[in-house]
């Protein structure tokens, strides 16, 4: 299963969808022809929409913490993944 978020249909959703169309039919078109995995969005709740991942790499490149974003059960494993960990 491939999970996307969204911050709102409005804002994201036809990204979100071309994005859908191309993972759904050129692996199918071009790979081994199997089915795509099945997509499940996930759209933000409003207090969180103002997070977006571009702003938490954006931080962690500039050697910033995101704690506060992202809260600091997963801060580890978003830092192992986008960058280094700060104060």
Known sequence: IMYRGVRTWEEDGREERYL??????????????????????????PSTRHISSTAVRGRLEGGEGVKDLIGGEIEDDVVAAYGKKTQ
Request: aromatic content about 26%.
């Open 20 to 45: 859908l169309f191309q993972n759904s039919f050129w692996p199918w078109l071009l790979g081994p022809f199997s089915f795509p995995p099945l997509c499940v969005f996930l759209e933000a709740s």
